[in-house]
């Protein structure tokens, strides 16, 4: 079967540096995307790996080890508007199509 | 560009009532996909269409049908709603290739009773 492993919650401080994990086990893996959703919208793509190593964009950073099928969003200089919801998603080739299988999410709080 | 479109964005049906939920796109895109998303659940695949002309079943599409009327628009009907459809619907379209980015419309925020 396909599946995504990732925390439910976490709380961390305005300013901090937290880290999401992410594993994951299925066949036809093409790549790790990262999702945010606030509260009431809808999902926006962040990040995707394809190659294992760390990517970066601003204050997010995403990382991937294709042979640990382990990914994780780090999320650098904490601001009140980064509290949502945070989805791995394994970008997944079966067929002629690649789709998305998502994760349940990590609600991320940011506190004051 | 309005990007991704939903309407109607809330819905309450009884149980047996059919209904069609409607998405448009205008950022050319080939492929366009309908979820789910349930408390606790994620987001789960409906259906989904790789190009114009194609549909496919996702993860969980039994009590769903679906039509890519266009390039633009991809449709969802409940063809007899039951309460286990209660759930908010997100329609989402990317190019084709391996990053597979999606674009997300607001939703749709269905109750069936």
């Known amino acids: 079967g396909q599946s995504l492993e990732q925390p439910s919650e976490v709380t961390a401080v305005e300013g901090a540096i937290v880290q999401i994990n992410c594993t994951y086990q299925t066949s036809g893996f093409y790549g790790l995307s990262w999702y945010q959703q606030h509260d009431g919208g809808a999902p926006t793509f962040l990040s995707y790996n394809g190659l294992d190593g760390l990517e970066e964009t601003g204050r997010f950073s995403s990382f991937l080890s294709r042979s640990d099928s382990y990914g994780y969003l780090l999320l650098q200089e904490l601001q009140m508007k980064d509290s949502a919801s945070y989805f791995c998603a394994v970008v997944n080739y079966g067929g002629s199509q690649g789709n998305l299988i998502f994760g349940k999410g990590t609600k991320l709080s940011v506190k004051p | 560009n309005a990007g991704v479109t939903q309407t109607p964005k809330f819905q309450v049906l009884k149980t047996g009532q059919s209904m069609t939920l409607q998405c448009a796109q205008d950022m050319n895109h080939n492929s366009m996909y309908w979820y789910r998303q349930d408390p606790g659940m994620g987001l789960r695949l409906i259906y989904y269409s790789a190009s114009e002309g194609t549909t496919d079943k996702g993860e969980v599409p039994n009590g769903y049908n679906v039509s890519r009327l266009n390039k633009r628009e991809f449709s969802l009907r409940l063809e007899s709603a039951a309460p286990s459809q209660t759930s908010v619907y997100f329609c989402?379209?990317?190019?084709?290739?391996?990053?597979?980015?999606?674009?997300f419309g607001p939703g749709t925020r269905l109750t069936v009773t």
């Open positions: 989402a379209s990317s190019f084709s290739g391996r990053k597979n980015e999606q674009y």
